[in-house]
């Protein structure tokens, strides 16, 4: 069946506040696949969806909410923990978010009686990314306006410092390597926003720097090989597939008007997709689908795609 490019998102959610920044969970942890988190002004909700393209019983999309946290201040990161666990007795929730306070909050929850978090100071300006190691969740890899990517481990303690030329705007623990310089790759636009590596090829990086989107193949250049215009007022993030290696999304600027979420596959030389979100903020892909959640003005907007 031939896909229109230009759709309405297939499932929407309605949320109680704005939705800032939107995170799948990641990783393959038990019944916890299909958890969900969304940040807004005040306070971080961890839900669970269940979609119609996995469960022939479901009608479209099921949500339900499992926790609303109060946060206290505006949400603009999050990031799972791999130790999160649905399936375990009492349940697991971990993860961290950054905040318009420049600090570090790492949360953990049984759902029950038990919700503790720790803050982690040490950035002197906005936190743009954070993430947590992939493997076993045991440090916390963040970066800065204040030109430094730093990394913590879950007492709080920053292990590692790094100063960076300018300002850290987008973090990803390699899959695969914990600790591996690798070599420095050249986007040749500004400002850049975003980078990901992609889970199905790690030697394939992405993302968006000015108006386009930028591959590199870290073992052909550090140069990209591929590169496209993309969005017209500046793209803003850049998010691989967890299932295609050719596939991607990319939004731009929140709040403008034109079409800000695409959908790109590489053999295409056109978006696959493209869904208007008027102040979308925040792109995650689903662990399993070709599916991804945009944040938007009180709604989390869920589109999927044919690969």
């Keep these: 069946m031939k896909q229109d490019a230009t759709r309405n ?13 939107v995170e799948f969970n990641p990783f393959d942890t038990g019944d916890s696949g299909n958890l969900i988190a969304y940040g807004g002004n005040n306070y971080v909700v ?38 999160t666990r649905l ?25 029950q009686d038990k919700n503790e978090y720790k803050i982690l100071e040490g950035h002197s300006d906005f936190i743009n990314g954070l993430v947590f190691d992939p493997k076993e969740g045991h440090g916390i890899a963040s970066v800065s306006d204040d030109h430094t990517c730093r990394i913590w481990n879950l007492d709080g ?28 790759l050249e986007s040749e636009q500004i400002p850049l926003m975003s980078a990901h590596w992609c889970l199905k090829n790690t030697f394939k990086v992405g993302a968006v720097a000015g108006n386009d989107w930028l591959i590199w193949d870290i073992t052909r250049s550090s140069y990209p090989q591929v590169k496209r215009p993309v969005h017209m007022d500046r793209a803003c993030i850049f998010r691989w597939s967890t299932i295609n290696e050719n596939l991607f999304a990319t939004t731009g600027y929140p709040g403008k008007m034109a ?12 978006p696959i997709l ?10 995650s892909w689903h662990r399993t689908l070709p ?12 589109w999927v795609t044919e690969m």
């Design 9 to 21: 998102a297939a499932y929407t959610v309605d949320c109680e506040d704005y939705v800032h920044v």
């Design 46 to 83: 961890i839900g669970t969806c269940t979609f119609q393209e996995e469960e022939a019983d479901i009608e479209g999309l099921h949500y339900k909410t499992l926790q609303t946290i109060h946060h206290g201040i505006r949400v603009g990161g999050i990031a799972w923990s791999p130790e």
């Design 87 to 111: 399936d375990s007795l009492p349940p697991v929730i971990k993860f961290c978010t950054s905040a318009a306070d420049m600090k570090i909050r790492l949360f953990t929850s049984d759902l």
């Design 157 to 184: 303690v920053q292990t590692s410092h790094f100063a960076l030329n300018s300002p850290g705007m987008s973090v990803c623990w390699h899959p695969e390597e914990s600790f591996k310089a690798i070599l420095s």
């Design 259 to 270: 079409s800000q979420f695409q959908i790109h596959h590489l053999g295409h030389p056109q």
């Design 274 to 283: 493209l869904g208007s979100v008027v102040v979308g903020s925040g792109l």
């Design 291 to 302: 599916l991804c959640v945009v944040g938007g003005d009180h709604k989390l907007l869920f």
